[in-house]
């Protein structure tokens, strides 16, 4: 949890997080509060370790890894990054915003080497504000199930890797869905879907296009802010599957918490907690005030890496 001497950057994460989240807010001009917001800004940054649970700024690069002014003035928000490796280039999705447009999208950026990217620019718009990519490969192809301002959660394929998608089905409809999460695992395709910050949906299909069908113990979490929006990509480590979880109170992503799922049929599921957050706000710089999505990945020699993002204090540096 936020340290109380962060109070005053927990108003600034609280307004910038409508931003973020394609609403929009009234906040009275010329105003301390205002002000402080202005300072703050939603950026990505890469972490490295022997698991997901022991993770720690990677060496070599400096954090913010990716930053809006690396988009030269056209994005003020880059968050909730979502990691593909295909030969040896890596790619990075994510929510791309300007808020002074009120336009959302997913963006794109490359790296040879994981630590320093390059934007590349948007890869997918909607008339809806999109965020929240979450890519994965199944077979030979991608596929991306954005969130959407649409009340719909719609399933994209990759016909150009990485920056033509096509898309393929509507997977779930309803209102307040976040941060769609998709996983495969035994026989069968999940998906876990924020209903608000508190509540957690889960739902079911053989096939990848539908039809989807919402499990019977859904939802799997009620009115909890702690331990409901999914944060991410959930991990299978050792055959073991772990869903990621932001902890919205008693401020709005201040950590990263993952549960161990136990059970997971038909209709059963079952999940423990472990003890361990992966990130958190740290109370000042970069990662200030919330840190609230990992996408981590094991790479051939055994290390884990993750890209992050957090809302702290704006870092100046050359645009690279």
Do not use: K, Q, S, Y
């Given at each position: 949890m936020l340290n109380p001497a962060a109070a005053p950057r927990v108003v600034s994460a609280l307004l910038l997080l409508m931003t973020a989240a394609g609403g929009a807010f009234a906040a009275p001009a010329s105003t301390a509060k205002t002000k402080r917001a202005a300072d703050m800004v939603w950026t990505i940054g890469v972490y490295t370790g022997a698991s997901p649970f022991d993770l720690q700024p990677a060496s070599g690069v400096e954090n913010p890894a990716f930053m809006p002014a690396d988009t030269a003035g056209a994005l003020d928000i880059v968050a909730h990054p979502f990691l593909a490796i295909e030969g040896s280039r890596y790619h990075l999705f994510f929510t791309a915003k300007n808020s002074q447009q009120g336009t959302g999208a997913i963006g794109h950026a490359e790296s040879a080497n994981g630590l320093n990217w390059a934007y590349?620019?948007?890869?997918?718009?909607e008339p809806a504000v999109l965020s929240y990519p979450c890519v994965f490969k199944w077979r030979d192809d991608y596929y991306m199930v954005p969130e959407s301002t649409e009340n719909v959660i719609r399933l994209y394929r990759a016909t150009r890797f990485p920056d033509e998608w096509h898309r393929v089905a509507d997977v779930v409809k309803g209102d307040k869905l976040v941060s769609p999460t998709v996983v495969r695992h035994g026989d069968a395709w999940w998906l876990f879907v924020g209903r608000g910050n508190a509540t957690l949906r889960l739902f079911r299909a053989d096939e990848l296009t539908g039809p989807w069908v919402e499990h019977p113990r859904s939802p799997i979490v009620e009115n909890d802010l702690n331990i409901a929006r999914?944060?991410?990509?959930?991990?299978?480590?050792?055959g073991r599957l772990f869903r990621l979880a932001q902890d919205c109170e008693p401020t709005y992503g201040n950590q990263v918490c993952a549960f161990e799922?136990?059970?997971l049929s038909a209709t059963e599921y079952a999940e423990k907690p472990v003890e361990r957050s992966l990130v958190r706000a740290s109370s000042s710089g970069w990662n200030a005030a919330a840190m609230h999505?990992?996408?981590?990945?094991?790479?051939?020699?055994g290390e884990w890496l993750a890209v992050v993002d957090a809302l702290g204090s704006r870092v100046t540096r050359i645009p690279r």
């Open positions: 590349r620019g948007i890869v997918l718009r999914p944060a991410g990509r959930p991990l299978l480590i050792d799922i136990t059970l999505h990992v996408d981590a990945h094991r790479l051939a020699g």
